[in-house]
């Protein structure tokens, strides 16, 4: 069990309670919990009491998921909700002519946290779900995220390990380097087999009112030669969201 440092306040350790929810798990016993959260099992018990009584939790006899009361907070308050209503329409239009997975990704550190996805029957594989993460160097989002972040990111994915879920994958610091420089030049990232070697990721930025890059508009498309023929589309509806974001922060509109 971790170490709980000194003097944690009772608000942190209910957040690393919270947080020890990950994306595949519906529900957790109150044991599971505590060892994630790297608390004793009494000490977690009392706090997910605490939990349940807001509604941040739930209880289903023994195990435990995360409560209705939260989702609903966390989805009023989140500044991702505007951009998901924003993006949805043309995601939902491109997804139509494409008929492959489409999605939405934003910056979270030094990983890619992935906002919305549309999928259909028979398309490629997909390993990304809402909610869930990668990190920023190994897919076609987090490398378009990645290469308009500050340097001191960029500088910081460099200097630690970077898992090779491929043999395409980048994992080596000169690369991240020079593919970072290449989307920049060519506005885009395609990435043929770098999670998954029977998929390509393509990628393009989406901007916000002062041309910084807010988020990434993706697709995940059968390995072949097809991918680059997406491109165009891709960015026509990167386009389309960065109009309505930029439109939306006009005073009086």
């Known amino acids: 069990m971790a170490r ?22 519906s ?13 004793h099992v009494a ?3 009392r706090l997910i009491e605490e939990l349940v ?7 289903d006899g023994r195990r435990v998921r995360v409560g209705v009361r939260l989702w609903e ?4 308050s989140s500044p991702t909700v505007g951009l998901r209503e924003a993006a949805r329409p043309f995601m939902e239009d491109l997804h139509a002519v494409v008929e492959q997975h489409t999605q939405l990704a934003v910056r979270e550190g030094t990983e890619v ?18 909610a869930g993460r990668l990190p920023l160097h190994a897919s076609s989002s987090g490398l378009v995220l990645l290469a308009h972040s500050p340097a001191e990111v960029q500088e910081q994915v460099m200097n630690a ?19 970072l420089a290449q989307i920049r030049r060519q506005g885009y990232a395609l990435c043929a087999g770098h999670i998954h070697p029977d998929t390509t990721g393509v990628a393009v930025p989406v901007r916000g009112t002062h041309d910084e890059v807010v988020a990434a508009l993706g697709l995940i498309v059968p390995n072949d030669p097809s991918a680059y023929s997406q491109i165009p589309a891709l960015q026509a509806a990167a386009r389309g969201i960065t109009r309505v974001i930029s439109h939306a922060a006009v005073p009086g509109r």
């Open 4 to 25: 709980v440092p000194t003097g944690e306040s009772v608000l942190a350790r209910a957040a690393r309670i919270i947080e020890a929810f990950g994306i595949d798990d």
């Open 53 to 59: 009584r807001c509604g941040w939790l739930e209880r």
């Open 113 to 130: 946290l992935f906002l919305e996805r549309l999928t259909a029957r028979g398309a490629a594989v997909n390993f990304t779900r809402v």
């Open 73 to 76: 907070v966390g989805s009023r």
């Open 27 to 39: 529900t957790l016993t109150v044991s599971e919990i505590a060892r994630r959260a790297g608390l």
């Open 161 to 179: 390990p970077m898992r090779a879920f491929t043999e395409h994958t980048i994992h080596t610091p000169r690369d991240l380097r020079a593919a």
């Open 43 to 45: 000490t977690a018990s």
